[in-house]
């Protein structure tokens, strides 16, 4: 479970398994009992959350875009594709 970054408390990583096909790029994101999925690809978006109030996934999303590129590169070469960004 590679932790890419943190930020407010919470962790953002991803799984080594992602599932069989493999789902498209997404982070994981928790803190504090709560819980949150969020795309990367095609675009950023929420696809699950648990706990999380709008605010708070809200500062999510703007955590996400500002560091996009870095989370890509990251899962990319964690999950060994060697796709470039």
Sequence with gaps: MPVV????GLRYFFYSN??????APHVHVRGGGRDAKIWLEPE????DSYG???????????V???NRDLILKAWHEHLGNGRPL
């Design 5 to 8: 970054l943190r930020d407010g």
């Design 64 to 66: 996400v875009m500002q």
């Design 18 to 23: 992602e599932g069989a096909p493999s789902e």
């Design 52 to 62: 999380f109030n709008s605010r708070e996934l809200s500062n999510i999303l703007r």
């Design 44 to 47: 950023i978006a929420i696809e």
